[in-house]
Nanobody, 118 residues
Framework: QVRLVESGGGLVQPGGSLRLSCVAS????????MGWYRQAPGKERELVAS???????VYADSVKGRFTISRDDGKKTLYVQMNSLKPEDTGVYYC????????????WGKGTLVTVSS
């Protein structure tokens, strides 16, 4: 079992920036993918960005050019730098760690709330 703990959420004005962090309780070295998902009230959880252990990243179209995902395996930490935030970025942001070829090695954090509002 791996515990994931997110931090960095809060209230920010439109156009502002936040950096979210996700710290894993165990090593994240190896073949895996980590990602950020978000969920707004009444909506389904959606992928924001993901990054493989090899450094390949994928972004939702809505955040391309504004968000940057990164990871530091030595620190067991996943990050997302969020710039030019918009009200529609509001939601609970969840950290995910997925190991391939496994239905059980799929871990989620409890989430951190990001509110973009003036």
């Amino acid at each position: 079992q791996v515990r994931l703990v997110e931090s960095g959420g809060g209230l920010v004005q439109p156009g502002g920036s936040l950096r979210l962090s996700c710290v894993a309780s165990e090593s994240i070295f190896g073949l895996n993918t980590m990602g950020w998902y978000r969920q707004a009230p009444g909506k389904e959880r959606e992928l924001v960005a993901s990054i493989t252990s090899g450094g390949l990243s994928v972004y939702a179209d809505s955040v391309k050019g504004r968000f940057t995902i990164s990871r530091d395996d030595g620190k067991k930490t996943l990050y997302v730098q969020m710039n030019s935030l918009k009200p529609e970025d509001t939601g609970v942001y969840y950290c995910n760690l997925k190991w391939p070829f496994s239905t059980v090695m799929n871990y989620w954090g409890k989430g951190t709330l990001v509110t973009v509002s003036s």
